[in-house]
């Protein structure tokens, strides 16, 4: 059964528990509430790729600072990392977008190794160098906080399950596309001699609990108007395709198809599929509000719920 999980003011379940909060990026004074003051995990996100060549030791230390705080408040973190792909953003900062990949491993390599290292060490990288330095406090979770990716296409999914990272899936695919795309990443993480946690792979979702069908229809027309706002600022000039959002938008609706905008019956439908696909992690968007985690809360999760564990 897919475990549930809101990105801004939202809801998850943990080993029975719902748990409901916000949590910011590491990048704007992170903060985690939690609503009712339950164990929960804090997720949040931040970008290597199109950083400044200063912002990735501002990253680790921020992050180190923080896993810290989150290790003596028993709150773990995790931290999800990406290359970026939207072309506004190498543009803005005069970074060319070639050098993505380059710069996004060269930017996990500085950052993990900041946090295994307690001695102090020098660094010279192709985008990075730092002399006789040492990153204080060391993170609370050891070795480090696990590390999430987002990856779409077959070498992406591969590299990450090779690196041992944590698998993000976006909101546009199929149910048929997500099963396959998990299978890829048992597979090979099991190829490699590590285990496969279904919990480590989250499923991306756009939520709005409609009244009817016209209902629907409305919200998936403001959600179509807002996705054609990112593709515009996502995609360079005169190119077709590109990744994550991109890699959908050239056909009208695409992006849109496998939302989970309709009725709670229509909404249970399509989670249901997921979880047969083998889904059990589920990262929600919630659109509407307040009014609407209510709603999600009442109307869809009752059907996903769990026996809590005595004692719980």
């Avoid at 409305?218 to 395709?241: H, I, K, M, W």
């Amino acid at each position: 059964m897919p475990t549930f999980r809101l990105s801004r003011y939202g809801c998850r379940r943990d080993s029975g528990r719902e748990i409901c909060g916000s949590v910011s990026s590491v990048l704007r004074k992170p903060t985690a509430t939690i609503f009712p003051l339950r164990p929960a995990r804090a997720f949040a996100t931040t970008w290597t790729s199109t950083s400044k060549p200063r912002r990735s030791a501002f990253i680790r230390v921020s992050w180190s600072s923080i896993t810290s705080l989150a290790g003596i408040r028993s709150l773990p973190l995790d931290l999800g990392i990406g290359k970026g792909y939207r072309h506004s953003e190498f543009v803005g900062f005069q970074i060319p977008q070639e050098e993505a990949d380059a710069r996004f491993e060269e930017a996990v390599e500085v950052i993990t190794r900041s946090w295994l290292t307690r001695s102090r060490f020098s660094y010279r990288g192709r985008f990075w160098s730092f002399e006789d330095i040492v990153v204080e406090p060391p993170p609370a979770q050891q070795p480090h906080p696990p590390l999430w990716v987002a990856a779409g296409s077959a070498a992406s999914i591969v590299r990450a399950a090779r690196r041992g990272f944590n698998l993000m899936l976006d909101q546009y695919a199929s149910a048929r596309q997500i099963g396959e795309r998990i299978a890829l990443y048992r597979d090979e993480r099991e190829g490699q001699g590590r285990p496969f946690d279904p919990m480590h792979v989250a499923v991306a979702r756009q939520l709005y609990v409609a009244d009817d069908r016209a209902d629907a229809d409305a919200a998936l027309a403001r959600l179509a108007e807002y996705t054609q706002r990112t593709v515009d600022v996502s995609r360079a000039p005169g190119r077709n395709g590109g990744s994550h959002v991109l890699a959908y938008a050239d056909k009208v609706g695409n992006t849109e198809e496998h939302a989970l905008y309709g009725t709670p019956d229509e909404i249970r439908a399509k989670l249901t599929a997921l979880s047969d696909a083998g889904v059990e992690y589920v990262l929600l968007t919630v659109g509407g509000g307040k009014s609407q985690l209510q709603r999600f809360a009442r109307e869809i999760m009752p059907a996903f719920a769990v026996e809590t564990p005595k004692g719980l």
